[in-house]
Structure formats: C-alpha cells, structure tokens
C-alpha cells in the first residue's frame, strides 16, 4: 500500500513538448522582427506591423475557419474560392441596388451553407474531405465567373466607408475596420476553441475519431460544424477582401488556400488534427505578413521568395511536429 | 447487362459518350476530321492533343495514389522542369541545335529526378503524410520555378522544342504520340515487370505486403519518381505549347485535374488496383468537358461548375457509404465484415 | 444473499454464419468482482457487445436492477449506470487528465465550460482511486496504466452501478496490475458489480469473487471462484473432456529423438522483447512439427512474429543453419527460408484486391525482386498446381481473393508460402474458423511436409490439434515459454493443461 507507483508525470519533459512547435513560432517571429528593425530604419515604425494586419486580415480569419477544420484532422481546399465567391456575390448584389444589410446577410449566409453541405458529404458518405472540399473549390470558383467574368467595382456608401475609415492613435498609426472584425474573430474563435463544448469536441475528435465516439460526443454535428464555420469564415473574408479592393473579381484569391494552410501548419497546428491554438494561427499568419514585408523592404529579393521560404518553413515545422510524434511513441 | 453495368470502366465510358453526343448535336461539325498541309485537324483531335500533358500526370498519379498515397507538387514540378529547359534553350547561341534542345530535356528530367526523389524520401523514409509531404514542394516549387526564370516570363523560339507542344508526326500531333509513347512505357514497366502487382498490393494491404517480404519504402519511392519524371514531361509539353515559360502559370492546378482523371478511372483513392485505362479516359473527359463548356461560348472557368459536378457525382456512386444507403441491394462485402463478432 | 443487480436470460446472437451466443445466462451481484473467462471465439465480448447496446439480442432478456432494459447503445448503458473500459484507452491522448474524466458533460458556468471546478473534481476522483497525479497534464504523457486510472475515473463518475473491464490488464506490469486490484476491490467494497476479462489466469484467482465460463457461445457454467481450481477452469475453457482427448492420443505418436538428432535448423536463444514476450529458447530441427500451445494472450503468436522478423527482438540470438543471424525484418527471414502465416488472414495475409494467383505468387515474387517477374507461365502452373493440391474452391486463380470463403483463403495463404519452399514454416491458428474438411486438409499437410523435411511451427488453440501433429510440444504462459515436452506416449492433454494452469511464478 505504501508504495503508489501511479504518483508523479512519467515523462514530465513531453508537458513543454507540446508547445514546442508555437514557441518555435514565435521565436520565429520575433527573429525576422528584429532582423527588419537591425536592417531597415522604418521597420521599427508601429504603423509597419498594423500594416501587415491590414493586408492580411482576411487571410487571418480564413486561417482560423481552417484551424478548426484542421483540428480536427481535415482539410478544407475551398477556403479561397469561398472567398473569392462571396465577393463576387457581393459586389454582384450591390451593382444591382441592393441594401448593403441585405447583401451582407445573403452574402454571408452562402458560405456557411456550402460548408454545411460539405460537412455532410464527409462525414455521411465517408469521402475524403480533400476530395469533397476541391470539388466545392471548383464550384466555388465556377459560381464566380458564372456571376461575371470581370471584375466588378463596388461604390456603396457603406462599403467604402468600411474600406477608408482609419481607427488610430493621435500619432497617425492607424488600422482598417477589417482589422478590428478579424481580432473579434480570433477572439471568439479562441473562446469557442477553450471554452465551449463544441470546441473541445473539436479536438477530441482530432485526436481520436473512434475514442471520441465511444466516449458519446456528437462526432457527426461537430464534423459538420467545423466545416460550416470554415465557410463562415471565408465568407466574413470574403467581405474583409471586398472592403480591401472594393470590387470583386472572379479570379481573386486564387492559391489562397496554401498559405491558409501553410500559416495554420507553422502556426503549429499539427495537420493529423488534435493539436494546435487560434494564438499559433495568428502568429502563423504575422509569419507570412511579416516575410512579405521583409521581401517587399529589401527590395532586391524578389517576390518568389516569399513562396520559397514559406515551403522551407512548412518543412521545417513538419518534420519538427513528426519528430514529436515518434518520440511520443 | 448487368455485368456490362459493372464492367469499372462503364460510368466513365458512358459520361464521354454522352459528352461527344451532346457536342456532335449541338455543333454537327465537331466529329469532322480534315486533312491540312499534310495534318488531321478537328474537335475529337484537338481534345486528344489538350489532354495530353494531363494524361502524362494523371498516369504517373496513378501509381502514387495505387500505393495509398498522393502527389500534390506535380503542377510545381511541371513549372519547374518547364522553366529549366526554357531557360537552358534561351541561354544557347542556335536555340534550333537539337543537341541543346536535347541537353535541355535532360536538364529538366534530372531535376525532376531530384525533386521526385525529394517528395519519395519525405514519405518512403520519414514517413510524413504524402498529402503533407508533397504540400512542401506545391507551394514552395512554383517560387522555385520563378527564381528560375527570375520572374520572368522566358520566350523561347526553337523550332525542336515546338514540336514537343504542337508539332506533328505521321499527320498527327506530336503531343499524341508522346503520351502514347509514355503509356506504353510505364504500362510495360508495371504489366511487364511484377512492379504493378506490387504496388497494388502495398496500396492494398501494407501490413500484409511487409509480412509476404515486399520491401514497400522502395517501392513508395519509386512511385513517386516516376510521378515527378512525367509531371516534368507535361511540364515540357505545356511550355512548348506556347514557346514560353511561366513560372507562376505553368501546370496551375494540372495536380487537381490529374487527381480527378484518376478517380474517375475507377482507382481508388485509399490505394490498391490501379487502372491506366481508367485513367487515360478520365483524362480525356476533363479535356472534354472543358472543350464542350468553351464550345458552347461558356467561359472556360465556369467549366468547373461542371467539373465540381462530375467530381461529386463520380465519387458519391463510387462511394460503398452512398451505395448502401441508396441502393437496396446487398450489402456490400465491407459491411459484412463489420458485422462479424470481433 | 442479494438480488442480483443485473441478469441476462436465455441470450442468443446469430451472425451470418456463426452462432455467437446460444441461450447464455449471466447474472452479476452488487459488490462482486466476476470473471469472464472463455477462448477466442467462446462469444465474451459478443456478451459484453450485447449488455451494453451495441448488439440487440436476437433473443433473451436484460434485467438491470429489477427493470427490462434494452440498450441502444453504450451511451445510453453509461447513462443507466453500466460503464466499460476497454483494452486500448478509449480516450484522447491528446486532452488533458481532468478533460478526459469530463469531457462530454463538462462543469459549466454562465454556459462556459467551468476549468478549476473540473479539475478540482477530477482531483478528488482520482483521489478515491489513489492516484495523485497533475490532472492538467495531457493524457498521453501518463503510462498506459495511468490511463487505463482515468478511463476507470471516467466510467465511475457516470453514477457506475456495474463496471466492465474488458482485458484492463493486458499491457501493465506486474505493480500496476497489483495497484489496479487494489482499486477494482475498493471499487467491489463500495458495491459495484465489476465484470473483468481477462486471459490471465493467476489474476483471475487473486481477485475475482465468482466464475463464468463461456465456451462456443454457450455457457458452460458459474462458480464460485473456491470451487473451480484453475486445471478445472482451463478443461472448462478449452473444452474438450479429457477421455475424448486420450482416445485421440490412440493415433502413433510421433517419434523425436532421431529428428533431435541433427543440426538444429534454428535456435532461438533468449530470444524476447521488452513487453511482448518474456525471452526464451527454442530449438526447431528439419522435419519436426513443434507444436506451441497455450490460452490465447499467452504470447504465442508473439513467438512467431520474433521469429519471423515481423517483430524484432530486443535480447537474445538466433542461429540458423549453425550460423548466428540477426532476425531484422520479415525480408531477413524470408531470406532463411522461413515463411509465416499469420492469425489475421485478411490484416496481416491476404491482400483482398488481388487475385487468388497474385496472392499465391506475392511472397515468390517478393523474394525475386519486382525486375525479374515470375513468367506467366510458371505462375500459372505453380498456381494450378497448388489449387489443385490444396482443393481451393472455387478454382479459378483469377477471383478477388476477397470472394473467397475463411478455409480456401487459409489455403491460398499456405500456398503462398509452400511455392517458396520454406525449411521453416510458422502456422499461427491456421485451423481457426474454417470449417472441418478443410481443417483435416491442413492437418494432413502438416503431416506431409513435415515427413518431407520441412520444419513447422504450430499455433493453435486446440490441444488436440497440437497433440496429434508436434513431435515437441512448447508451452506457453502469460508471456512465458514455460515448458517444453517431447510429445511421447506419457504425454496426454491432461500433462498440457496441468502446464498451462500451473501457478508458478505472478506470470507477466
């Protein structure tokens, strides 16, 4: 009886190990921050880093609609195109004289639906999310040259107020509304994540599919969910980028699901699902920004290196999370 | 009847059939072959001569996914093989000179060799995801094929080079009988040697292809290889076509096409049987299908309405979970085995 | 005595084509621990399967505690107070301790999920079964016994009334076996019925109150765990009563000393691996038929993987042909000329999507490498020989193999390896569901090649199988070789039984 064998962790160094891949991160980070503060005078400029929230707050809330998707252990290819369409289907809308409420409301009920449908065909029909998400990638991008084959201005009012209203401090650095709508994304998204018992079903099914099951956690509703709120997702970036170029075109967006992906991947989200923060997408997000800054400040490197280093990452932050993985066996 | 209904190969036969049907009724003209300067032309031609470097890809994506795997930097590969033989050509003196025209080709194939092997290590070796693996070199090869052509886009004008994309031999195009070439290559490397079994049964069933001695991290490898080593072909033949390299455009989304073509011929996504033929025609109906939607003075994009529609419709009859709610047959062998007391 | 708190009448379960169980009564006392015993196949965990909803019976009766009840899945049973844990952790590893005690009816406060209190009550609960341990850590960090802890804090927070553990025990050491009685009787002293299966028959004595032996899907019997000594238990089990048994033994028995005579074709020396098997030594001459017996989860099949590379083994050698070598993959053994058919046919041998021919010729063309194809010739003549040989039905080489019924597909596997002409050939339960012909076919193979030089392995259950075939008899125990008899005339299924159920040693 004295001896209780069951006391104490078995292997206490595995507790750091799982936040390994976002301390990586964020080392990451905070190394390419400094190299552009030692290398160029105006990177140290606040305004530098709102910028890059600025460029790419859509690309942060669609991150986090596919961190979710990821977590538990899927893919959702047609994030871009999702994007793209409801942009489209905005600007469409509005060209015709449609109320600005109105068309927010349909243009962000379409993907969320499309999600919906997605989810169901995964999950009930046991196809591969890969598959069924490229063919909603397809139709995605059919529907948008369908709406037009050009690119289509927005002039509303409310649009280009959301577009040019600049909320800042007296100095003069300032952020878009898109900015302050993708925080409240993140915010709510980290919440459901922690807090609520969707999200926490959310990474049991990432973790064990068949576990989760057993255990009586609804696997089909919470399936479904993630890829409904994808869709969501990519809607509200949809807007986001509408507000940006205040138009929408059909090609927009194109490809925007690989760095989607590669800023949840180096964000530390492990792709097999079970694994990973809202807070390591957003950081996987800056990554990007960041890189893209760093090339654009350079002005010799050219833009393909953005690509080229952001493979290199997802290499790195690949092996590293297998390299956990074995040793976790 | 009913057999013929089984046969792997009638959903997809049935759709190109159907989709020639409905061209030659709305434009009579398109099953019309003529004879110009010595060339066949015509709709049915033109639609084997597009499909080609898609047929290329799809063939070598048949292998990886016949193991269990997949190949997403194919469309890179394509970009980067293009870009290299390009640019070696826009570097030469005489860029007619076969001998250059040739070195280039050989430039390309070696470093899709490397690039092949690359993707074959990540997943034979390390043992990451293929989906993953194979994520790595798709994003990160079109800024490879870019460094490459330093963002440019590089123009070529070598007659030898040309003719890869749109030349022609024994009045046919020369694209024809490339893809031709390279099915019966990989078909007599697979049918001929024992290589096909194998794979099918390291696809099929990898725990009992390691107990019967099959040592499938080669296997896997090579898969692979051979996937980079026809991406790069279609990657020459794309560039010809237009006697231009695009770094960022080359082979877009060739991966997600090729995929496609490959589940439409009746292989199976989870790995095993393997099927050329399957393959080849659902190539030819991707091909097809955008040659009919541009055909009837719809954008090109809007094909993939279409194709999203095909994808759905193909996967959902070939899904065992859509059969067995939605036919009444049967059960299939896979839910018998579920039912036996474990 | 007290009423029962659950009772199962006249239960019966057919599947296509087997009966699991046949008008099975069970009946579990509050403040018991009863022990499941049975063979594969004997319908333990279709039992299990039926009382907590995932299968309906066909016919009988569930009464829990003085009301029918009728599961409709083990959802539905947890919430009435019927909670398994299984054999592999049904959790997430990847959720913390006090997540995966609550997950799925977490403490909630203004709807958000409330962290301190869980893990405040997941404390006190792993408190009542001794453990101390940081319930914020990930599970996966904990070992599989840790684990196996917290799915049974799990099932016990749900209100359990009854607790099944379904081979709880199967990866723990000695120690923690030990802790995890301990808490199963705190747990019985608190009144939970506990319903345990387990194959290993020293725990069952040191802590189960009560018996029930399930033999075929039909019960054989309830005891109390006084009046069964463990010889009786393992005759219950397997079966066979002992006259039946000697009248086979009337068959010659088959001689040894002029096979023991010549170099040993292998020898296993200290061959184990850490967890799996304990290390042992085996000796295996050309044409001799040892036979290894043992209760299933005694580590047979364990064995034939070490010695087929299919595992590798972290202690001991092996010498082949005088020649010491290291037995380092599947590809290794091949290479010695040693074939192995697996239990699993359908996981671990055929491959369904290729044909009956392609199955046959898998290992011979491994072996040759995939340039130098087998010519379609000798495949087909290889083939037709052994389709003909072995009697596979249907015989057409070239059907999915799939299509194929559980006996032909046991025969296409052998053929397999036969084409290869292996010294050493490891049969692991190839009798094992196939029907009776074809179960005499094999046996009378087995005779054959072994009379032809061939050295064999052979795994089965069945005593009488094993008796009738070896010339040396290897007898397996909790992961122990605990004996090896020359299968002479003194040796009966009695002396085999007597080995198995010997108490020597905590097993493990």
């Known amino acids: ?329 | 009847m009913s057999a013929l209904k089984n046969h792997r190969l009638f959903w997809p036969v049935l759709v190109l059939v159907a989709l020639l049907t409905a061209n030659a009724i709305y434009r009579p003209s398109f099953l019309a072959v003529q004879m110009r300067d010595g060339h066949l032309y015509g709709s049915v031609i033109d639609i084997v001569r597009l499909s080609a470097p898609l047929i290329l890809v799809a063939l070598g994506m048949t292998l990886v996914i016949a193991t269990g795997g997949i190949d997403l930097s194919v469309g890179s590969i394509c970009a980067i093989s293009g870009a290299v033989a390009c640019f070696y050509i826009s570097q030469q003196p005489d860029q007619n000179s076969l001998a250059s025209v040739l070195t280039a080709l050989v430039l390309g194939l070696g470093l899709a060799l490397v690039l092949g092997a690359w993707n074959g290590v990540l997943v034979a070796i390390i043992g990451i995801q293929p989906i993953i693996a194979t994520l790595i070199l798709m994003v990160a090869g079109r800024g490879l094929a870019q460094l490459i052509t330093e963002g440019q886009i590089i123009t070529i004008n070598s007659s030898p080079y040309k003719t890869i994309g749109v030349g022609h031999l024994l009045t046919l195009p020369f694209a024809i009988f490339v893809a031709l070439a390279v099915t019966v290559l990989l078909a007599a490397l697979t049918r001929r040697t024992a290589l096909g079994m194998i794979i099918e049964s390291v696809g099929g069933n990898a725990e009992a292809s390691r107990l019967a001695g099959i040592r499938s991290r080669r296997i896997i490898f090579l898969a692979y290889v051979i996937s980079a080593v026809c991406a790069a072909i279609a990657g020459f033949m794309l560039t010809a076509n237009v006697s231009s390299a695009d770094g960022n455009s080359a082979g877009l989304w060739i991966e997600l096409d090729a995929i496609l073509a490959v589940v439409i011929g009746g292989t199976s996504l989870a790995g095993g049987r393997f099927f050329f033929s399957g393959t080849i025609l659902g190539a030819l109906i991707i091909q097809t299908l955008t040659t009919t939607v541009y055909a009837m003075d719809i954008s090109p994009q809007t094909s993939l309405l279409f194709k999203a529609v095909v994808v759905i419709a193909v996967c959902l009859i070939q899904a065992p979970a859509f059969r067995d709610k939605f036919t009444r047959r049967k059960p299939t062998a896979v839910s018998q085995k579920e039912q036996v007391p474990a | 005595m007290t009423h029962p708190v659950l009772t199962m009448t006249s239960i019966s379960k057919t599947f296509p084509g087997v009966r699991a169980l046949d008008g099975v009564q069970f009946r579990l006392f509050p403040g018991e621990i009863h022990a499941l015993m049975g063979e594969n196949g004997a319908g333990k965990s279709t039992l299990i399967k039926v009382l907590t909803g995932v299968y309906s019976p066909d016919e009988g009766a569930i009464d829990l505690a003085g009301t029918p009840v009728s599961f409709g899945g083990p959802m539905q049973a947890a919430a009435a107070g019927v909670s398994t844990v299984y054999q592999e952790v049904n959790l997430c590893a990847n959720l913390s301790v006090a997540e995966n005690i609550f997950i799925g009816r977490e403490p909630r406060r203004l709807g958000s999920i409330h962290w301190g209190e869980m893990r405040r009550r997941a404390r006190a609960l792993l408190a009542r079964l001794d453990l101390d341990i940081d319930v914020t850590a990930l599970l996966g960090t904990y070992s599989l016994a840790v684990q196996q802890m917290v799915a049974i804090a799990r099932a016990i927070d749900i209100k359990a009334r009854i607790l099944i553990l379904d081979e709880p025990t199967s990866s723990l050491d000695a120690r923690e076996v030990e802790q995890l009685f301990r808490i199963m009787r705190q747990l019985r002293d608190t009144g939970i019925a506990i319903l345990f299966v387990t194959h290993f028959l020293d725990q069952v004595y040191s802590v189960a109150d009560r018996i029930t032996v399930l033999r075929n899907g039909k019960l054989v019997g309830e005891y109390p765990i006084a009046e069964l000594p463990q010889l009786a238990l393992v005759e219950k089990m397997i079966g066979k009563e002992l006259d039946v048994l000697e009248r086979l033994e009337e068959q010659p028995k088959r001689d040894l000393a002029a096979l023991e005579a010549s170099t040993p074709f292998i020898q296993a020396d200290g061959v184990g691996r850490k967890g799996v098997v304990a290390p042992f030594s085996l000796t295996i001459h050309g044409g001799e038929v040892v036979g290894l017996a043992g209760l299933l989860g005694s580590g047979r099949t364990e064995v034939a993987r070490l010695l087929f590379g299919a595992d590798r083994a972290d202690s001991g050698r092996f010498v082949v042909n005088g020649a010491q070598t290291p037995m380092r993959n599947p590809v290794a053994a091949i290479g010695h000329d040693i074939a192995f058919c697996s239990e699993n046919r359908r996981t671990e041998g055929l491959v369904g999507d290729l044909t009956v021919r392609e199955n046959i010729i898998l290992a011979m063309q491994a072996a040759r490498g995939w340039l130098r194809p087998l010519p379609r010739r000798r495949q087909d003549e290889l083939v037709a020989k052994y389709v003909e040989a072995l009697s596979i039905r249907p015989s057409d080489p070239e059907i999915p193999v799939r299509n194929l019924s559980g006996g032909n597909q046991q025969k296409v596997l052998l053929a397999r390896w036969l084409i290869t002409e292996p010294r050493l050939l490891i049969l692991d339960e190839p009798t094992r569901g196939i029907d009776i012909g074809a179960k005499a076919e094999i046996q009378k193979l087995v005779v054959q090649l072994s009379d032809g030089g061939m050295a064999v392995l052979f795994i089965s259950a069945e005593l009488e199988e094993v008796l009738r075939l070896s010339h040396k008899i290897a007898v397996m125990r909790d992961r122990n070789l605990v004996s090896q008899l020359a299968n002479d005339d003194t040796v009966s299924a009695e002396h085999i039984m007597q080995a198995i159920a010997s108490a020597g040693g905590t097993g493990q």
């Open chain 1, 1 to 329: 009886m004295t001896t209780n064998i069951f006391t104490g962790r078995t292997w206490p160094r595995l507790l750091q190990q799982r936040h390994l891949p976002l301390l990586a991160t964020l080392a990451l980070l905070l190394v390419m921050y400094g190299v552009g503060v030692s290398q160029y005078r105006a990177f140290s400029n606040v305004q530098v880093i709102f910028n890059v929230f600025i460029d790419n707050g859509f690309l942060l809330v669609v991150a986090v609609g596919m961190t979710f998707v990821i977590l538990t252990g899927g893919i959702d290819l047609s994030v871009g195109s999702v994007v793209a369409m409801t942009a489209m289907v905005s600007a469409s809308l509005l060209q015709d004289g449609k109320p600005a409420p109105l068309v927010l409301l349909i243009a962000l009920l379409i993907g969320p639906a499309l999600g919906f449908v997605m989810g169901c065909v995964i999950h009930y029909f046991e196809i591969q999310p890969f598959i069924v998400t490229l063919a909603g990638m397809f139709f995605a991008r059919g529907m948008c040259t369908w709406i037009s084959e050009t690119s289509i201005p927005i002039t509303d009012p409310f649009w280009t107020a959301a577009a040019q209203e600049r909320i800042g401090d007296p100095r003069g650095n300032f952020v878009s509304v898109s900015v302050l709508i993708a925080f409240a994304v993140v915010a709510i998204a980290a919440y459901t994540l922690a807090y609520t018992p969707l999200g926490r079903n959310v990474y049991a099914i990432g973790g064990n599919p068949q576990s989760a099951l057993l255990m009586g956690l609804p696997v089909a509703r919470t399936r479904i969910a993630v890829y409904t709120i994808s869709g969501l997702c990519s809607a509200v970036g949809g807007i986001l980028l509408s507000f940006y170029t205040l138009s929408g075109a059909p090609l927009i967006a194109v490809g925007m699901e690989l760095d989607v992906i590669a800023a949840v991947v180096i964000g530390g989200t492990v792709l097999t699902g079970g694994s990973g923060y809202v807070f390591g997408t957003v950081l996987g997000v800056l990554v990007l920004g960041v890189i893209q800054t760093l090339i654009t400040f350079d002005g010799t490197l050219s833009s393909w290196w953005t690509k080229i280093v952001i493979g290199g990452l997802l290499f790195v932050f690949i092996l590293l999370q297998r390299l956990i993985g074995i040793r976790k066996k």
